[in-house]
């Protein structure tokens, strides 16, 4: 069940957007408009908008935009009902929900009380006598007794129902250990046992600060070595970084991305607090969304072997899909940044943080890997290789350089580095520009919105309605000339259920604003909506009302004429074809 019209009314109210937006962005005034550096992308110029008497954000560069609930769906990570949570807990506000909805966030609620009270058992078990060997193994990995404090480590005791003995004594069932991961069943017994035992035990806590889920390094022979939680309704590994709720507050400037739990708390006992790992599974694009939202530049620190090279060229598109500047750190006289830490110390850390490649360099160099380059066949491979690599390099001084690199790795002269460089970039220009030629086009005649979600089958009706929504957002008034359209007579369905909504908050006597949509539109099309209530404004007229709902109804009309000269055309295809109707 939706909320309620008045209480999103209450909820906007309450939670005046530039307040909201303002907690995570500094905004500076120009005109009626709040302007700030996009959150969601990086830049250096403020392209993100926010407009207090529309109730709404848009980011000029990366289109996102919507109303406060949409900006904090975005910013937090959260789903369109806890994003409502969310300002609802903010504001003091009750949420009124049906019983399906109270009980699967009741439950939420639950799992992530029983996971905090695991953490906090399995991090008092540490400092029992049978934690001797996770003690002993935290103290060789030079973990300080603060860095145990910080991330909450601890020790799950060798047996089979430890924990289950103790969350059942806080009154948790052990349908709900299972539920959390924190136990199996034996499905021919029906008996439940730990799912960690005799493990030091890493929380895996969310940037909320729930606790959602447990790694475990195993202190025996067993297998696997380490062990994580399974996939749950409050755990999702491709959705959250260890340690980024610590992360998100550090003031580095950038984000150093490791691939195991060791590395990343390493990292931050000696005093660089902006690294974090993933939870055993490779980089994903939703972990590149979500470092997105917290810096500009990630620091790569995969191990130099052939999978953690492999594990780099895949990470690095992702990474920059989403704005980010990409550094890739070489490990010099280690295997991973603990060891590095442990032989050198933070300093010398700190110089390789100041050598780190970019993306560029680490790619080249990477290339230069797969020739031998003493062969004069391998040589003219690499040259061409390492030319069409460096025409996809940006700016002329990145390229004029890169050239000279790759000409000196190749015992080559740069001149003639350079022309292979500039052979390719002329290629890879001309398809560029004759790629780019037809996208102007298609975009010159269609003017389709960019969220794929939406598509603009009829266009001069789509921006009369654009048109009309612009206009009774700002006056409603204008809705006495709309009488008996409906939102179904308009051709772009999503502002035909955008119509409706406004049209039955009106008669209602509610508030029409374009945050009162974020239930009715999908985070897309919400930002479709915004990205056209920020172009200039339309005279806001009865004539422009009246004009607008003439081009509305005239295209109505046209396509009802095809649809019925269509279907009379199916008729006499059938006709022919089976020779019925008397013929």
């Keep these: 069940m939706p909320f309620s019209p008045a209480f999103l009314d209450e909820l906007n109210k309450r939670n005046p957007i530039e307040d909201v937006v303002g907690q995570y962005v500094a905004l500076t005034r120009r005109g009626s408009n709040l302007f700030g550096l996009c959150p969601f992308h990086g830049e250096k110029t403020p392209s993100f908008s926010v407009a207090p008497d529309k109730g709404i954000f848009y980011c000029f560069g990366c289109h996102k935009g919507g109303g406060v609930v949409n900006f904090i769906m975005e910013i937090e990570n959260l789903s369109y009902p806890d994003a409502v949570r969310f300002l609802a807990k903010r504001a003091g506000l009750e949420v009124p929900e049906d019983d399906a909805e109270r009980s699967q966030y009741k439950k939420k609620e639950r799992l992530w009380a029983l996971c905090k009270a695991a953490a906090r058992f399995f991090h008092e078990q540490l400092k029992t006598p049978q934690a001797q060997k996770a003690r002993e193994y935290a103290q060789r990995r030079g973990l300080s007794s603060g860095t145990i404090t910080r991330f909450g480590l601890g020790y799950a005791p060798n047996a089979w129902d430890s924990l289950i003995q103790a969350m059942t004594a806080r009154g948790y069932e052990k349908s709900e250990l299972l539920e959390a991961g924190l136990v199996l069943e034996k499905k021919d017994k029906g008996t439940f046992y730990d799912r960690f035992r005799n493990r030091l035990m890493f929380p895996i806590i969310d940037v909320r600060g729930n606790v959602i889920g447990f790694g475990g390094r195993v202190m025996d022979d067993s297998t696997p070595k380490y062990l994580n939680s399974p996939e749950t309704i409050i755990f999702n590994k491709r959705r959250n970084l260890f340690a980024m709720n610590v992360v998100k507050k550090s003031k580095a400037g950038f984000i150093i991305l490791t691939e195991g739990y060791m590395d990343a708390i390493a990292l931050h006992q000696y005093g660089f607090d902006c690294a974090v790992a993933s939870l055993g599974t490779s980089l994903t694009q939703e972990h590149a969304d979500l470092l997105s939202k917290y810096t500009n530049e990630v620091v790569l620190t ?42 050198y110390g933070a300093d010398r850390f700190r110089l390789l943080l100041q050598e780190c490649e970019n993306q560029a360099e680490y ?17 003219v491979e690499f040259a061409k290789a390492a030319a069409e690599l460096i025409s996809s390099y940006t700016t002329p001084v990145e390229r004029e350089i890169y050239a000279t690199r790759a000409a000196e790795m190749a015992g080559l002269t740069t001149d003639v580095m350079k022309l292979e460089v500039a052979k390719a970039f002329k290629k890879r220009t001309a398809k560029q520009k004759k790629a780019q030629e037809r996208q102007d086009m298609e975009i010159a005649a269609m003017r389709q919105p960019k969220s794929r979600e939406i598509r603009y089958d009829n266009l001069r009706s789509a921006v009369a309605e654009e048109d009309i929504l612009r206009m009774v957002l700002r006056e409603p008034a204008l809705f006495d000339r709309a009488a008996g359209l409906t939102g179904a007579e308009l051709s772009v369905p999503m502002f035909g259920r955008a119509f409706d909504a406004l049209l039955d908050r009106w008669r209602r006597d509610l508030s029409v604003t374009p945050g009162a949509l974020s239930d009715v539109l999908s985070p897309a099309e919400m930002a479709h909506l915004t990205s056209v209530l920020q172009k200039p404004d339309a005279p806001v007229s009865e004539q422009a009302m009246d004009d607008c709902l003439r081009i509305v109804r005239e295209e109505r009309a046209k396509r009802n004429t095809v649809d019925a000269a269509s279907l009379l055309r199916m008729q006499e295809e059938l006709r022919r074809k089976k020779g019925y109707g008397g013929t």
């Design 302 to 343: 995969y191990d130099g072997d052939a999978a953690g090279q492999n594990a780099t060229q895949r990470a690095i598109p992702m990474l920059e899909r989403t704005g980010l500047r990409v550094k890739i750190l070489r490990m010099r006289g280690a295997k991973d940044p603990d060891e590095f830490l442990k032989k």
């Design 363 to 379: 790619r080249l160099r990477s290339l230069q890997m797969q020739y031998d380059l003493t062969v004069d066949e391998q040589k």
